[in-house]
């Protein structure tokens, strides 16, 4: 396995990130229901092949993935570089904007200082820890919230050591051309293929010259 450094860190993850969408189950995270088994198998596959990166998110299950990771990652947090993801949440307080439906919850996107900060909270507790190594905005823009006021709410939380790093999701180089003026952003997770190279090639002379990492899902 081949490790590279998450920028302005002193984290080595492995080129190869075990992505944990399918552990959240329901309608359309997995085809099956996993449970913990399924989380303890997946991180022992991982190990085996030197993998030390996962990626998660809250609302992969309604926090169902992120549970399930937390049971099985007792004993051995610190093998892990873990990374989950702020903004999309289901607590229906009238923040953001609408998202979507999907298993009987409605979601919305809210990128506020305020949201951000319990989404963390949320995560930390699902996940049995007491820090994220990664951070990655899900959805860049609620059309509400400045990307000031978002940005200035990850420095706060890098500041407080609850997490490590800030990074984007589907989002574009504009957007993060906004949050860099207010901070750090050291990786952009987005959709990347032969059938779908647009992101990508859009992104990769904005990524470059910030010597920015390019995740590719």
Known sequence: ?????????????????????GLGGGSVWSDEQPDENTANA?????????????????????????T???????????????????????RNDGGGTFKYERDGY?????????AIRKDLEGSLERLGTDHLDIAVVHYVNDTITP?????????????????????????????????????RISLV???FSLLAPYHGYDYFPHLQKDHTIFQVY
């Not at 991180?43 to 992120?66: F, R």
């Not at 409605?106 to 305020?114: H, P």
Request: proline share 3%.
């Open 42 to 66: 997946l991180l022992d596959a991982a190990e085996q092949c030197g993998i030390n990166y996962i990626d998660t998110a809250p609302v992969y299950g309604m926090g169902t993935s992120e």
């Open 189 to 191: 997770q987005e959709q």
């Open 147 to 183: 990307v000031q006021e978002t940005m200035e709410a990850l420095n706060t939380l890098i500041k407080e050591g609850k997490i490590k790093a800030a990074a984007l999701s589907n989002s574009r180089p504009q957007d993060y051309e906004n949050y860099q003026k207010y901070g």
């Open 68 to 90: 399930l990771l937390g049971k099985a990652l007792k004993g051995r947090r610190d093998k892990f570089i873990l990374q989950s993801k702020v903004s999309l949440n289901w």
């Open 106 to 114: 409605t979601v919305n996107n809210d990128t506020s200082a305020k």
């Open 1 to 21: 396995m081949k490790y590279q450094t998450i920028p302005h860190t002193d984290l080595q993850v492995s080129r190869i990130a075990l992505g944990t969408w």
